[in-house]
Nanobody
Framework: QVQLVESGGDLVQSGGSLRLSCAAS????????MGWYRQGPGKQRELVAV???????NYAESLKGRFTISRDNRKNTVYLQMNSLKPEDTAVYYC?????????WGLGTQVTVSS
């Protein structure tokens, strides 16, 4: 099993920035992808960004340039730097790990952007 603990969600004004963190523990093998998805009010869960162990990143096209994912493999931690936030970025942000063919999700952290 893999446990994921997210932090960093908050209420922020439009144009502001936030940094989310997610620490993974448990049965994590050397080759794993980590990243973020989000689910806005009344919307389906969608990809934000996922980074492989080698560093390659898959971003949602609409978020490129404003959101940046990074990870610290020594700490099994992934980060999401979010800049120029907009009200439409309001969502629950979920940490995601894929390892040995299995997917794991965190409980989510709420990001609310006020206009």
């Amino acid at each position: 099993q893999v446990q994921l603990v997210e932090s960093g969600g908050d209420l922020v004004q439009s144009g502001g920035s936030l940094r989310l963190s997610c620490a993974a523990s448990g049965s994590i093998f050397s080759d794993y992808a980590m990243g973020w998805y989000r689910q806005g009010p009344g919307k389906q869960r969608e990809l934000v960004a996922v980074q492989s162990i080698g560093g390659s990143v898959n971003y949602a096209e609409s978020l490129k340039g404003r959101f940046t994912i990074s990870r610290d493999n020594r700490k099994n931690t992934v980060y999401l730097q979010m800049n120029s936030l907009k009200p439409e970025d309001t969502a629950v942000y979920y940490c995601y790990v894929k390892t040995m063919g299995r997917e794991y999700w965190g409980l989510g952290t709420q990001v609310t952007v006020s206009s």
